[in-house]
Nanobody
Framework: QVQLVESGGGLVQPGGSQRLSCAAS????????MGWYRQAPGKQRGLVAF???????NYVDSVKGRFTISRDNAKNTVYLQMNSLKPEDTARYYC?????????WGQGTQVTVSS
């Protein structure tokens, strides 16, 4: 059984930074591409970035140059470093495999960008 636990969210001012973590258990973590997703109020959940099992990152256009996804296979953890945050980045952030598996969604972590 796979468990994914996100952490690191909070309130941050525009232009600030935040680092999210996702700890995975119950699976062979190194075999999966992993993704970060987000859902803003009234919007559908969508992909933010994903990283292949070999460590190649990919980003949606809206976060390129600002966000960095990384993984530590020894710790079964995937990270999302978010810099130059904007109010439109406000959302609940989730990690999952890429593509997302319907059984693996966790509670997510809220990121609010506001002054």
């Amino acid at each position: 059984q796979v468990q994914l636990v996100e952490s690191g969210g909070g309130l941050v001012q525009p232009g600030g930074s935040q680092r999210l973590s996702c700890a995975a258990s119950g699976t062979i973590f190194t075999s999966y591409a992993m993704g970060w997703y987000r859902q803003a109020p009234g919007k559908q959940r969508g992909l933010v970035a994903f990283i292949t099992s070999s460590g190649s990152p990919n980003y949606v256009d809206s976060v390129k140059g600002r966000f960095t996804i990384s993984r530590d296979n020894a710790k079964n953890t995937v990270y999302l470093q978010m810099n130059s945050l904007k109010p439109e980045d406000t959302a609940r952030y989730y990690c999952n495999t890429y593509p997302g598996h319907y059984d693996y969604w966790g509670q997510g972590t809220q990121v609010t960008v506001s002054s």
